[in-house]
């Protein structure tokens, strides 16, 4: 079945570090791929997502680009503020059997500190 | 602009005892779902439904019943509660793949 992979946290940064968290994922044909993040006390909302191979995903900073070969979307951000500070959930959802349910990652808590 | 509301967003429970958490959406997505969080396990999908009348188990589904009626609502049951079901409920509506997830309500059973 489809699976999705990402590194474990929690990851700790200074301000205006550079942030990569590592994403790969096991899924038959062309899935969707997304980037939630999910603020203390507050549910997960989208942060990005792409739908094919080569698309980038944007959003306050943050890119991913869908790797087929690699099968992976890590999520990057240039300079991390403080504000940055959640946890970050990779997820895919199949394209095939018409399947509706996304699988997610375990989650990736960040901590950035002044 | 509601999108996904839960109710309600703490409770208390004993153990043996029942309670509904509600969940409505108002974006007319067929797809509805409930996950559980707890720390260190990531969200654990309970239960789902692919439109009214349809539902089907997750990952997790012991314990808990839901129902889905009307487009609008997915109510999760816990039918007789146990300390194992303390934890951050989310529900969540999908169109497209992408997720609309609801604050959340935390549950805790002494």
Same mark, same amino acid.
């Given at each position: 079945g489809?699976?999705?992979?990402?590194?474990?946290?929690?990851v700790?940064?200074?301000?205006?570090?550079?942030?990569?968290?590592?994403?790969?994922?096991?899924a038959?044909g062309?899935?969707?791929l997304?980037?939630?993040?999910q #603020?203390?006390? @507050?549910?997960l909302?989208?942060? =990005?997502k792409?739908t094919?191979?080569?698309?980038?995903g944007s959003?306050?900073? *943050?890119?991913a680009t #869908?790797r087929? @070969?690699?099968?992976?979307f890590h =999520?990057?951000k240039g300079?991390?503020?403080?504000?940055?500070s959640?946890?970050? *959930?990779?997820a895919?959802?199949?394209?095939?059997g018409?399947?509706y349910?996304p699988?997610?990652?375990?989650?990736?808590s960040?901590?950035?500190?002044? | 602009?509601?999108?996904?509301?839960?109710?309600?967003?703490?409770?208390?429970l004993k153990?043996?005892?029942s309670m509904?958490l509600?969940?409505a959406?108002?974006?007319n997505?067929?797809y509805m779902?409930?996950?559980?969080?707890?720390p260190?396990?990531?969200?654990?999908?309970?239960?789902y439904?692919?439109?009214a009348?349809?539902?089907?188990?997750?990952e997790?589904?012991?314990?808990?019943?839901?129902?889905?009626?009307t487009?609008?609502?997915?109510p999760?049951r816990?039918l007789?509660?146990a300390?194992?079901?303390?934890?951050?409920?989310?529900?969540?509506?999908?169109?497209?793949?992408?997720?609309f997830f609801?604050?959340?309500?935390?549950l805790t059973?002494?």
């Amino acid at each position: 079945g489809d699976s999705v992979t990402q590194m474990e946290g929690p990851v700790t940064l200074s301000e205006e570090a550079f942030l990569t968290i590592n994403c790969t994922y096991t899924a038959t044909g062309y899935p969707s791929l997304f980037w939630y993040v999910q #603020y203390p006390g @507050e549910g997960l909302q989208l942060l =990005l997502k792409a739908t094919k191979a080569d698309d980038k995903g944007s959003n306050k900073g *943050f890119e991913a680009t #869908y790797r087929k @070969e690699t099968t992976s979307f890590h =999520l990057e951000k240039g300079s991390v503020q403080v504000s940055d500070s959640a946890v970050y *959930f990779c997820a895919l959802r199949g394209s095939s059997g018409g399947s509706y349910i996304p699988t997610f990652g375990r989650g990736t808590s960040l901590i950035v500190h002044p | 602009n509601a999108g996904v509301t839960q109710t309600p967003k703490f409770q208390v429970l004993k153990t043996g005892q029942s309670m509904t958490l509600q969940c409505a959406q108002d974006m007319n997505h067929e797809y509805m779902s409930w996950y559980r969080q707890d720390p260190g396990m990531g969200l654990r999908l309970i239960h789902y439904s692919v439109g009214a009348g349809i539902t089907d188990q997750g990952e997790v589904p012991n314990g808990y019943n839901v129902s889905r009626s009307t487009t609008e609502d997915f109510p999760l049951r816990l039918l007789s509660a146990a300390p194992s079901q303390t934890s951050v409920y989310f529900c969540a509506s999908s169109y497209l793949g992408e997720l609309f997830f609801g604050e959340g309500s935390r549950l805790t059973v002494l």
